[in-house]
């Protein structure tokens, strides 16, 4: 088999907004309440025009350029995704004809918050099983647009987005994995979208103790899976459901607070996006060096959760074409 590493990273964000002084005053509640149950600032809305397709279309640009790879060489196009533009075709098709990367599959899964680590396993499979050399991942999702502006359960927490990376063959043993991702599906009507409704309804605090529960334990296994202890973990990029979550988790570890990486307070719980939003940001501010260890961790509706290894960077020495665009936060 050969080896699977993340060579380019890029993400895109809308450029409307949604305050909490704004959301206060839809819901009637207290500015200052949203950010303590939170951690969230201010989240992004897509506007007209703007879809799962459209972000993931521009973050992919960003990871394509970043990685030096021309869309025409790619082998698959993956999109993680809850919120398709359409019930079929898959967003991944729109992605790749938008791309013009005429010589590659396409297909979305949906597991939900966990979307892009569930993309990012089955990526680096492909090209370790020698059936792709490049492989597109992409996190996305406008989960505004199925969510109840009414209710302060869901509608102070998601923002829209989009993260993407390029994973590529190296001569080398793989930089991704190894992956230990789960479900159970008994707990499906604590977070879920009834068909009936066609909006997001949630028992917060099952899902609370669910996701920090589960995200921790599948963080100790994964880490024992590899060889690893907590120490050799330079950063972990959990997906960014809410500020108390991560505290939490990063708490139950044992990691210091500065090795567990966000950006929910600007964006939101963007869904299968938040993870590769976070992995873009990190490596554009110099938050991530080449051959860090880096743990990512997901929960989300099914449920399903799990969590992974990335060494960063290629190992390999490499000219770029320049950072991913949209960076802007």
């Not at 939170?38 to 025009?49: F, L, S």
Request: net charge negative.
């Amino acid at each position: 088999m050969t080896g699977a590493a993340i060579t380019g990273s890029g993400m895109a964000l809308p450029p409307s907004e949604l305050s909490n002084a704004d959301l206060a005053v839809r819901l009637g509640v207290d500015e200052d309440s949203i950010f303590t149950r939170t951690g969230i600032r201010t989240r992004r809305i897509a506007g007209d025009g703007e879809t799962t397709a459209s972000l993931g279309t521009e973050a992919a640009h960003g990871a394509l350029k970043a990685s030096g790879v021309p869309a025409e060489d790619l082998d698959m196009v993956i999109v993680a995704t809850s919120t398709p533009d359409y019930q079929m075709p898959s967003a991944a098709s729109l992605v790749q004809t938008r791309l013009n990367a005429a010589g590659a599959g396409a297909f979305d899964i949906n597991a939900a918050c966990s979307g892009f680590l569930y993309a990012l396993a089955q990526g680096s499979a492909l090209v370790e099983a020698g059936m792709a050399e490049r492989v597109l991942v992409i996190g996305a999702d406008t989960l505004t647009r199925v969510t109840d502006a009414t209710d302060p359960k869901t509608s102070i927490i998601f923002g829209d987005g989009a993260g993407a990376v390029v994973i590529e063959k190296v001569d080398e043993p793989t930089r991704l994995g190894p992956f230990k991702l789960f479900s159970d599906g008994s707990l499906a009507p604590l977070l879920y979208i009834p068909p009936e409704e066609g909006v997001m309804r949630m028992r917060g605090r099952e899902v609370y103790r669910h996701a920090v529960e589960g995200m921790a334990q599948a963080v100790c296994d994964i880490i024992e899976a590899a060889g690893f202890t907590i120490e050799d973990v330079d950063a972990l990029v959990a997906h960014q459901a809410n500020a108390r979550i991560l505290e939490a988790v990063g708490t139950r570890l044992g990691l210091k607070e500065e090795r567990v990486l966000s950006n929910i307070e600007r964006v939101g719980n963007t869904s299968a996006a938040s993870i590769p939003i976070e992995l873009a940001l990190a490596s554009e501010s110099g938050l991530l060096a080449d051959d860090d260890v880096v743990i990512v961790t997901a929960f989300g509706a099914g449920f399903a959760w799990g969590a992974g290894v990335v060494r960063w960077g290629s190992g390999q020495p490499r000219a770029r074409a320049g950072a991913g665009e949209g960076m802007d936060v």
